[in-house]
């Protein structure tokens, strides 16, 4: 995934430009660069650096940024490795066109060998050198303006595209299209300026009106001009400006050291706001009730569901795995959780009766979204559950509810989790009481409960300062090991990927119980474990697992329940998690796991919000 940033109107466009792209900075951070056309002369100049928008920055330090039109770009690589040469802006032979690009280009030998039979050359090992340059040749054989070449050349690729272009003997226009990759254009009312970007973020500091680009459309961005939109068959199309409403503090690291520390520190209030006008005092009876209206405008096909499929990746695919213990244990419906990569290749049995629910933070997921996409030419209803407002996959779905977190920064997932799990939590109930499956005494007991979790989440999060003094002691460790029961798998499994991803350090999660079948040959006195005691019906049998490991020089932390005073005696650490229903324990003892895993990577001098290799959102296969 990478970050696109376009530009055009009266400001300078090269401050929009670098702003924006630190915004988008969590999409790609192995290189980065821009183009800017000089109101002047209309002299193109381009500026590429290897490694962050600092980076780029420096390079662009004391160098001619003037100018009102621009196109800039943050990569992260998948067609040859990080360099000055491989990064975006990609130039076109004459020098006239520039390109920024985020996708995968996937018939780009092809059409590479045969631009190089007709004269072109190539500098970079990237699919988007070879775009920029079959635009050109498309605006030379048909002799037409930039929009039209682009129109055209899209026409003849195969793959996944989101583009800026900018010809310099255009100075006063912009292209873009689109195709399994988003772009947002941000409009003002007399059309003096346009803002483009890969999401809102870098747009909604100037305007809040956004058109979010359907597949295989094309953007004609005039200065002066209103914004024109056509398919790839050069029919124009209609428009939708979307309003959209993006606190902007949620973007700014607001005296934390990282966006992850944030994020995690948001938790108790992005919960309240997931529930807010969801979660209400019933006006008869003064019993909570959860209304989504999602559940109830899909009241008859929800209840005819025969089975349900959630799709989803990474730690999404945890939360399914919670969502499908909620939905089965109150609406007694069968539930799968697919990892949606697998799912969309395995030639799935899907029945017009099914449902699929993809989950997603950013909603633009490339597998995901092909899962889905797959399951509504099969005639299934598909109820998404994303972050991301007028993301690819909140339009593709019939319906849905939004998390409601505000946008995630750091590229470890936390605060995305928890509000996934509320969601969930709150579609179980309302699909559970239309069903009759759920007891009205449990019912409101577990929304009642519900209600308490931020605040339970700000107790845990005051042990912050231990969560640090603890974590200095594992950083040593080369390889963890997490162990949970019930609903405290899939956290086991979530702390091990939190681990991995922002520490390097190899984790694995199990279920506690199958720690005997392979797992405890690995224990030892050098094995950190980490036990998920908290909150489970079968707590004598955790006991007896912590036993199992403690026999064998293990070293535990133990996350127990306040005032578990037989684990307390049996552990040297432990974590303090409040009391809660078993079916909302992974909105607690997920907290600690999100700290434990922060410290030690800052502990380890890492980059916590930008591990290597990783971006926020996979948006290519």
């Known amino acids: 995934m990478c970050g696109i940033v376009g530009y055009i109107g009266t400001k300078r466009s090269y401050p929009i430009l670098m702003k924006g792209l630190h915004r988008l900075e969590y999409r790609g951070y192995d290189s980065a660069g821009c183009a800017l056309i000089s109101d002047e002369d209309n002299n193109l100049h381009v500026y590429k650096a290897k490694g962050k928008v600092s980076d780029l920055e420096a390079t662009a330090n004391e160098k001619d940024t003037t100018g009102t039109l621009g196109i800039a770009h943050t990569r992260w690589a998948t067609h040859g490795i990080p360099s000055e040469v491989n990064a975006h802006p990609h130039i076109s032979e004459s020098g006239n066109i520039t390109l920024v690009h985020n996708g995968i280009i996937e018939n780009y030998v092809t059409l590479r060998e045969q631009l190089k039979k007709r ?158 006008g969801r979660v209400v005092e019933s006006p008869y009876s003064h019993a909570p009730q959860v209304i989504l209206s999602a559940v109830t405008n899909n009241r008859r096909q929800l209840l005819r569901a025969r089975r349900i499929v959630i799709v989803s990746c990474g730690t999404s695919w945890h939360a399914g795995l919670i969502g499908k213990q909620l939905i089965e244990h109150f609406c007694r419906i069968p539930v799968e959780v697919a990892y949606a990569s697998e799912f969309r290749y395995s030639e799935p049995v899907i029945e017009h009766d099914d449902v699929i629910i993809p989950i997603s933070q950013s909603g633009e997921t490339a597998d995901t979204l092909a899962a889905i996409q797959l399951a509504k030419q099969q005639g299934a209803l598909v109820y998404g559950i994303v972050n991301g407002v007028g993301s690819s996959i909140a339009r593709e779905s019939d319906t849905g509810t939004y998390i409601h977190v505000g946008p995630e920064i750091g590229v470890a997932s936390t605060k995305a989790f928890t509000g996934q799990v509320t969601v969930l939590t709150m579609l179980a109930l309302a699909l559970g009481m239309i069903k009759g499956t759920v007891e009205q005494d449990e019912y409101e007991a577990t929304i009642r409960e519900l209600q308490l979790i931020p605040t339970k989440i700000e107790k845990i999060l005051l042990q912050n300062d231990k969560i640090k003094n603890l974590a200095s002691i594992f950083t040593y460790a080369k390889n963890f090991l997490y162990l949970g029961r019930g609903y405290n798998y899939p956290v086991a499994l979530e702390g091990a990927l939190k681990l991995k991803e922002i520490s390097y350090i190899h984790a694995e999660g199990y279920p506690a119980a199958e720690m005997k079948h392979g797992p405890i040959a690995l224990i030892d006195e050098e094995m950190p474990v980490v036990f998920l005691t908290n909150h489970h019906r079968r707590y004598q049998k955790v006991i007896s697992n912590l036993q199992e490991v403690i026999s064998r020089h293990g070293r535990i932390l133990a996350i127990i329940e306040e005032g578990d005073e037989q684990v307390k005696n049996m552990v040297t650490d432990f974590i303090e998690v409040p009391s809660t229903l078993s079916c909302l324990a992974p909105l607690l003892s997920v907290i600690p796991l999100q700290l434990l895993s922060y410290h030690i990577a800052v502990a380890r001098g890492l980059n916590v919000d930008q591990p290597r290799n990783l971006a926020k959102s996979v948006t290519v296969e």
């Open 119 to 276: 004269g072109f050359t190539f500098h970079s090992e990237t699919d988007t050198e070879v775009l920029v340059q079959l635009i050109e040749y498309t605006q030379n054989k048909l002799g037409c303006g930039l929009g039209n070449a682009v129109r055209n050349a899209l026409r003849l690729v195969v793959g996944a595209y989101a583009i800026a272009v900018i010809d310099k003997r255009h100075p006063d226009q912009l292209v873009a299209a689109r195709k399994s990759s988003p772009l947002a254009v941000g409009v003002v009312e007399d059309n003096s300026e346009f803002f483009l970007a890969s999401d809102a973020s870098p747009i909604v500091e100037y305007t809040n009106q956004i058109v979010y680009l359907k597949d295989e459309e094309v953007a004609i961005i005039q200065r002066n001009h209103p914004l024109k939109v056509y398919n790839l068959k050069g029919t124009e199309a209609d428009t939708e400006v979307k309003e959209v409403d993006l606190d902007l503090s949620m973007l700014d690291h607001e005296g934390y050291p990282h966006f992850m520390l944030k994020e995690i520190f948001d938790q108790p209030n992005v919960l309240k706001d997931c529930m807010r």
